[in-house]
């Protein structure tokens, strides 16, 4: 099998979509390169926010299900999401920036000897932005040029995941016998894994929690990590692979910016498998005006009224608001 390109997105959900783009919007400065609705679940609001130009390996999705229970952290989980940053100096930039907008954020620390900055956001959900200072591998994206955070501190990718398990043997044995990961590092609980190019872009941390109960999923939880794929042809062996090892999956799966596959491994750990394009930016939306209007596939275009009727509005207009970089606190 062609070794997995590294991280595509992250899907977790939210209890207000509302309130999670303004955060990720105002404080995070990452972009809305689409605001959809659940492809399986047309009640349900997909944020997708990510680079200046919705590149794959840069975007974490949103779900708003209606009614769900807050989630229970814990064991067998996706368990946090880390944002790349250019250097040092911007962990340090958001270590300021996150104490005068009141996010609950740990002090800044080191992990394989890069520096990290642990953060929460309304819900507890996790999140680490990691410096790239030193990092060599997989290629970040473009800072939103337009936001408020200046282009030289800005978030420009994901990666790594973390995992939180209690069984290191089977996640050893899926990483690296299953999936494309080399075991590359090890530092007390957390143990690094790496795929194609490698880097923060290209890497999997999976911490050891043998104690803890199992998670359970809800709003402030991560629902599933998908990692990247080249083209179709590649979905379709990934099939292949997976039928040979007897797994369940879903088969594919055209969700027309991307297409995709989806398969459980570990218990509570959902894998997507999404190839690099489309894209975000298509017929609906230049890129200009990316992630302001309720955006549809095809097959649902038909039914924009109900569709309309059935989510809430929310204002996501940008293109005619001028963010004023944010350099002093």
Do not use: C
Not at 25 to 46: A, P
Not at 158 to 180: A, C, K, S, Y
Not at 224 to 242: C, M, P, T, Y
Not at 254 to 282: C, H, Q, V
């Amino acid at each position: 099998m062609k070794p997995l390109l590294g991280l595509h997105h992250v899907t977790a959900m939210t209890s207000s979509a509302e309130k999670i783009y303004e955060f990720f919007t105002y404080i995070l400065g990452l972009r809305l390169v689409k605001k959809t609705v659940n492809q399986d679940d047309i009640q349900t609001y997909h944020l997708f926010f990510a680079d200046d130009r919705g590149s794959a390996g840069t975007d974490m999705t949103f779900f708003d299900f209606q009614g769900q229970p807050k989630a229970i952290r814990g064991a067998n989980e996706i368990s946090k999401t880390a944002f790349r940053v250019p250097n040092d100096e911007a962990i340090r930039y958001f270590e300021k920036r996150f104490k005068h907008y009141n996010v609950n954020a740990e002090p800044v620390k080191t992990l394989f000897g890069t520096l990290i900055l642990l953060f929460k956001d309304f819900d507890d959900q996790e999140y680490v932005l990691i410096s790239d200072e030193h990092d060599k591998g997989v290629k970040a994206g473009i800072p939103w040029q337009n936001g408020p955070v200046p282009n030289e501190y800005a978030i420009y990718g994901l990666g790594p995941i973390f995992f939180r398990v209690n069984n290191t043997t089977l996640m050893d044995h899926i990483l690296t016998e299953r999936l494309t990961f080399t075991k590359t590092q090890t530092e007390g609980a957390f143990t690094r894994y790496e795929t194609g190019l490698g880097g923060n872009g290209g890497s999997v941390i999976v911490e050891y929690t043998p104690l803890l109960p199992q998670a359970r999923q809800g709003f402030g939880g991560v629902h599933h990590v998908a990692f990247g794929v080249e083209g179709e042809s590649d979905i379709q062996n990934w099939i292949k692979r997976l039928n040979q090892m007897q797994i369940m999956h879903s088969g594919f799966v055209d969700r027309f910016y991307f297409k995709s596959l989806y398969t459980r491994m570990y218990p509570g750990i959902l894998f997507e498998f999404a190839t690099e394009g489309p894209g975000f930016i298509d017929d609906e939306e230049p890129y200009e005006t990316l992630g302001e209007l309720l955006a549809l596939p095809p097959k649902y275009r038909g039914m924009r009224k109900e569709i309309t009727g059935m989510v809430r509005h929310i204002d996501t207009k940008r293109s005619d608001k001028i963010f004023k970089k944010e350099y002093t606190f």
